[in-house]
T-cell receptor, first 111, second 115 residues
Framework: NAGVTQTPKFRVLKTGQSMTLLCAQD?????MYWYRQDPGMGLRLIHY???????AKGEVPDGYNVSRLKKQNFLLGLESAAPSQTSVYFC??????????FGPGTRLTVL | KNQVEQSPQSLIILEGKNCTLQ??????????LRWYKQDTGRGPVSLTI???SENTKSNGRYTATLDADTKQSSLHITASQLSDSASYIC??????????????WGLGTSLAVNP
């Protein structure tokens, strides 16, 4: 039981490049979330999903897109990376509105 | 504006000692209050979740208390261990937030336990 996994763990991009972050969970959770964590700020919700095939915007969605084609996977895309998107990205999942389980994070640097 | 403020910002204690971390919030009404532990370079891990009607909840050596009247919560760590070195984050869920989409995250208290 791996819980929540994220790939890749580290990535360096140049401004304007695109990439996709993959999140996978094996707990059969309905809800999945993408957060970013920056120094001096609390975790901020980017996008979330309440079930397969559904996505919704969170607090800071601009510059990101997501897809939930399979219940166990939640993808976060950056179409044209900007230095302001340098951050640590966390994926999380939950059965309902309670306890969230987080992945190990992806450290992204945009030059 | 809904806010969650934690104190102290950082704390250093000796192994075996107890400590208490504070969380003050202005979120009202709220559904539940959570404490997470985040090790350096890892994702947050849930320690406790308390509804507005609960006063205390324990998870091993971790005990969280909640005073909804004064809008304060504390996390008490007993007999600290080196592995307790981490950031401890207080999170408040507003009433009717739904789907965890409006959680208010504190900035955390960074705890260092020295031998």
């Amino acid at each position: 039981n791996a819980g929540v996994t994220q790939t890749p763990k580290f990535r360096v991009l140049k401004t304007g490049q695109s990439m996709t972050l993959l999140c996978a969970q094996d707990m059969n959770h309905e809800y999945m979330y993408w957060y970013r964590q920056d120094p001096g700020m609390g975790l901020r919700l980017i996008h979330y999903s309440v079930g397969e095939g559904t996505t919704a915007k969170g607090e800071v969605p601009d510059g990101y897109n997501v897809s939930r084609l399979k219940k166990q996977n939640f993808l976060l895309g950056l179409e044209s990376a900007a230095p302001s998107q340098t951050s640590v990205y966390f994926c999380a999942s939950s059965r309902g509105v309670g306890e969230q389980f987080f992945g190990p994070g992806t450290r992204l640097t945009v030059l | 504006k809904n806010q969650v403020e934690q104190s102290p910002q950082s704390l250093i204690i000796l192994e075996g000692k107890n400590c208490t971390l504070q969380c003050n919030y202005t979120v009202s009404p709220f559904s539940n209050l959570r404490w997470y532990k985040q090790d350096t370079g890892r994702g947050p891990v849930s320690l406790t979740i308390m509804t507005f009607s609960e006063n205390t909840k324990s998870n091993g050596r971790y005990t969280a208390t909640l005073d909804a009247d004064t809008k304060q919560s504390s996390l008490h760590i007993t007999a600290s261990q080196l592995s307790d070195s981490a950031s401890y984050i207080c999170v408040v869920s507003p009433y009717n937030a739904g789907n965890n989409r409006k959680l208010i995250w504190g900035l955390g208290t960074s705890l260092a336990v020295n031998p």
